[in-house]
């Protein structure tokens, strides 16, 4: 299992766990994480599972892929750290990964 921890607006921290393949995504689905719409379903088709990597994992993360980074152009308030969270596997390097949901999706 790994743990991801969803930061809200307020500062309200959420700590998932997913197995490992599943996506950050899905994880915030499973668990009524507020904020994480992913109209699409992981699709990478929508930008409404936008999220910021905290800069401590932003290395370890990676940035976006080509598809993604187009994706992208549609989330809201979209910063370099920005990510669709459909697109984030659960891997043991990321146990622990925090992610900053913005205060709306796009």
Same mark, same amino acid.
């Given at each position: 299992?790994?743990?991801?921890?969803?930061?809200?607006?307020?500062?309200?921290?959420?700590?998932?766990?997913?197995?490992?393949?599943?996506?950050?995504?899905? +994880? #915030?689905?499973?668990?009524? $994480?507020? &904020?994480?719409? /992913?109209?699409?379903?992981?699709?990478?088709?929508? %930008?409404?599972?936008?999220?910021?990597?905290? +800069? #401590?994992?932003?290395?370890? $993360?990676? &940035?976006?892929? /080509?598809?993604?980074?187009?994706?992208?152009?549609? %989330?809201?308030?979209?910063?370099?750290?920005?990510?669709?969270?459909?697109?984030?596997?659960?891997?043991?390097?990321?146990?622990?990964?925090?992610?900053?949901?913005?205060?709306?999706?796009?």
């Amino acid at each position: 299992m790994t743990k991801i921890i969803f930061v809200q607006q307020n500062g309200e921290r959420i700590e998932t766990e997913a197995q490992n393949g599943a996506t950050v995504m899905e +994880a #915030a689905i499973m668990n009524g $994480v507020p &904020g994480i719409v /992913a109209e699409c379903g992981g699709a990478c088709t929508c %930008a409404t599972c936008h999220v910021y990597v905290d +800069a #401590a994992w932003e290395e370890t $993360v990676g &940035g976006p892929s /080509a598809m993604e980074e187009d994706m992208l152009d549609f %989330a809201f308030d979209v910063k370099a750290s920005s990510r669709l969270s459909c697109q984030i596997k659960e891997r043991d390097a990321i146990n622990g990964l925090i992610v900053h949901v913005p205060s709306r999706q796009g």
